[in-house]
């Protein structure tokens, strides 16, 4: 598995993902999506909503406004409820989840560093010595705010057993054991619309969209004459002010949400909870991640929302460990009963085969834009050895790819081979992202596609154009990213052959057309 730093440094160096606002020292887990990241996470978000909308029958789309009503957040129970309990350092004022402390804490660097100090040879022969000299050293830098370390006269290593353990609380960051009273802190960023702050309406800036799916279903249910059970889908950005973001792009205050209520009559709720839930597992082996990597997760009884019935997670074995990647959740009628009771409007179906209104229960399948990115991402990544050498290749599935097709002159001094280049990647960029590239030699160019993950090349050489002893072929060379093989393709059949390499893989064109032997 790859760490998650040789992640960042990729997307870092082939314009994937950058950290905000990066000129002025950064801006704490907010990320940029660069050229290469904007064209993958528009991937994702258009294979999803074509697989759960345009592809069904029983799905619309909606693109509900960030900022709501505030009365939305009171009925949905974001306003009161939203909390996770939250710990602040005296010392340093950085704050932490209450449940992640102990977590963070026995594994933080001061942790580590005493650890191995205490297991060494100067601490075996004198344990007090050591503890002094490490509280002058690496304590000094690592946990400036550990008792014994600010005040060296006092006795070393004082109560060490429970600050290592993390039975007794410490600031991970300063070692300071001055850890507030678990409280907790609402998530919702708050907001003033209106120039004058005073007579503003205060709202939130909305930690789901699905709120929006909610209060707009009486107007899509009219609108779209739909039976149930239908769904309605939104892609969009929520904010939740997470005391510990963190690891890249998986938390972040900042996100974008990939979401479905889909409304079903009571009593088929739990059959059409288990089909989504098989339904969405599909979604993400289906391009390309690997079975072994994901597992779905049960939540306990007690871990439970108030309101929801069952709900289970998909995850995915991200660098950091088994990890969230998409919630589907059985929310009950709770949601559209909230929204009716605070709002005085009906949120009913008219059920016509039982004459009698229902308020329909909801599956909610619930993903992450920036999460399902970063788990195709580091899915995709792989290491190999060529010719002795070191490639590095996103094995990305050919519709997730940033870029389709890659365009390539073997020589950038014959004008007939870049303009014959230049003039296909044209032609293809009608229908994929394609690319033209001259700005290396073969060998390096094929690299750096294999590095963002190109699945197929286009090779145009002397053969294709012709020269003083032989006439042109009007063939390119084809070659495919993982098997880095080659196929020699008319030039007139390229788009039909790109065409079938992006729906039916390599197998198929590579049977049909000459291989072509040579650079890998
Ligand atoms: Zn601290």
Redesign the pocket.
Known sequence: MVDLETIVSLCKRRGFVFQSSEIYGGLGSAWDYGPLGVEFKNNVKRLWWRDVVRRRDDMVGLDAAITMHPTVWKASGHADHFADPFTG??????HYRADHLKEAQVSCKWAQALRKMLSGPAAQKDRQKALRNWAQSDGKKLAP?MPWVKDPAGPAGDGLEGLLDGTVP???????P??SEPRPANLMLKTVLGPVEATGTVTYLRPETAQGIFVNFDNVLQSSRKKLPFGIAQIGKAFRNEITPGNFTFRTREFEQMEIEYFVKPGTDEEWHQKWIDERFAWYIRYGIRRENLRLREHAKDELAHYAKRCVDIEYLFPMGWSELEGIANRTDYDLKQHSKFSGKALEYFDEEARQKVVPYVIEPSAGADRSALAFLVDAYHEEEVRGEKRVVLRLHPELAPVAVAVLPLLKKNDKIVAVARSLAARLRERWPAVYDDTAAIGKLYRRQDEVGTPFCVTVDVQTVGDEESPPDNKVTVRERDSMSQIRVPIDEIEPVVAELMSSGWAGAAARYPAQPGAA
């Not at 350092?89 to 950085?94: F, P, Q, V």
């Not at 410490?170 to 300071?176: F, H, K």
């Open positions: 350092c005296g010392d340093c004022g950085r705010a410490a600031c991970p960051a300063c070692g300071s001055r850890m």
